[in-house]
């Protein structure tokens, strides 16, 4: 069975720094792209960043640019989410994404081909 298992979640004050880890079964790591989302309740879920794993290229979302960073270990089947300056609007459940189009739509829900369950994220004053 394909998964994808997220960690490193946690409570944090704003400022805070987080990193998040994504470590995928033998067959659920992707040779193309990976990618995190975020998603509070009742809002829609919502692109954070992408790598382009073979060219190790790198898209984010306007709002967490200059202060997230993802990053992998091809040979650990594992991608990073490093979140520095953290601010409340961060807060959320973060999920880790196998991507099988279109690595650069950071946004796309479409093309996402496996889902992890989640690892949340909260930011307090």
């Known amino acids: 069975v394909q998964r994808l298992e997220e960690s490193g979640g946690g409570s944090v004050q704003a400022g805070g720094s987080l990193k998040l880890s994504c470590t995928a079964s033998q067959g659920a790591y992707s040779t193309y792209c990976m990618a995190w989302f975020r998603q509070v309740p009742g809002k829609k879920r919502e692109g954070v960043a992408r790598i382009y794993v073979n060219v190790r290229s790198t898209y984010y979302a306007d709002s967490v640019k200059g202060r997230f960073t993802i990053s992998q270990n091809n040979a650990a089947n594992t991608v990073y989410l490093q979140m520095n300056n953290l601010k409340q609007e961060d807060t959320g459940m973060y999920y880790c994404?196998?991507?099988?189009?279109?690595?650069?739509?950071?946004?796309?829900?479409?093309?996402?081909?496996?889902w992890g369950q989640g690892t949340q994220v909260t930011v307090s004053p």
């Open positions: 994404a196998k991507v099988d189009l279109r690595c650069d739509r950071v946004h796309d829900l479409e093309n996402v081909e496996l």
